[in-house]
Antibody
Framework: QVQLEESGPGLVKPSETLSLTCVVS?????????WGWIRQPPGKGLEWIAS???????YYNPSLKSRVTISMDKSKNQVSLKLSSVTAADMAMYYC???????????????????????WGRGTLVTVSS | DIQMTQSPSSLSASVGDRVTITCRAS??????LSWYQQEPGKAPKLLIY???TLQTGVPSRFSGSGSGTDFSLTISSLQPEDLATYFC?????????FGQGTKVEIK
């Protein structure tokens, strides 16, 4: 059974860098899926942040790209997210999610992603406060 | 960015009712639309992708329709376990955006 489990600091101070980890069990992050992060502020809708394939291909939400880094540790079978210069607007539940691949893209020398998320973790809540 | 607008924002219906939620995109997204169900306190769950394809394991009372800019999610016979918020998502262009959600309550 494939499971995704997010973890993070819970509380981060304004202007600091948020670091989150998603441990994947029951499936290899090096297999044919993309791994992404999505967030949901309290009582609000969902916002896709970034996605990563094991080949190193990354996709970022342009609105967050300057502050976000997504990475993968294949030896630990986990995906991580770093968000710098956090503000109150970054307070949210952060979810790790998987999305399948589509056709091979010769321009990027990687598989393109399908953009629906077929498996999600339970999320980790991040509060921003001094 | 493509804006996704859902309606209604909330609804209340009885067990056995037919329920329809609509989602409108700010531009043509062909059939690149997904639907998710988020039960209270839980992570979202994929119901439908490419507008009409039912995800494995999802009950057949859920169905999706539409193309272009107008889409709908229908629950043919509402069940108590369908209490949840439902989100649409366009998967057509970056950034992939979500609707604000429709909360379904049981009368």
């Amino acid at each position: 059974q494939v499971q995704l489990e997010e973890s993070g600091p819970g509380l981060v101070k304004p202007s600091e860098t948020l670091s989150l980890t998603c441990v994947v069990s029951g499936y290899s992050v090096s297999s044919n899926y993309y791994w992404g992060w999505i967030r949901q502020p309290p009582g609000k809708g969902l916002e896709w942040i970034a996605s990563l394939y094991h080949s190193g291909t990354t996709y970022y939400n342009p609105s967050l790209k300057s502050r976000v880094t997504i990475s993968m540790d294949k030896s630990k079978n986990q995906v991580s997210l770093k968000l710098s210069s956090v503000t109150a607007a970054d307070m949210a539940m952060y979810y790790c999610a998987r999305h399948p691949t589509a056709d091979y893209n010769f321009l990027t020398d990687s598989y393109s992603p399908r953009w629906y998320f077929d498996l999600w973790g339970r999320g980790t809540l991040v509060t921003v406060s001094s | 960015d493509i804006q996704m607008t859902q309606s209604p924002s909330s609804l209340s219906a009885s067990v056995g009712d037919r329920v329809t939620i609509t989602c409108r995109a700010s531009q043509n997204i062909n059939r690149y639309l997904s639907w998710y169900q988020q039960e209270p306190g839980k992570a979202p769950k994929l119901l439908i992708y490419t507008a009409t394809t039912l995800q494995t394991g999802v009950p057949s009372r859920f169905s999706g329709s539409g193309s272009g800019t107008d889409f709908s999610l229908t629950i043919s016979s509402l069940q108590p376990e369908d209490l949840a918020t439902y989100f649409c998502q366009q998967t057509y262009s970056s950034p992939r955006t979500f609707g604000q959600g429709t909360k379904v309550e049981i009368k």
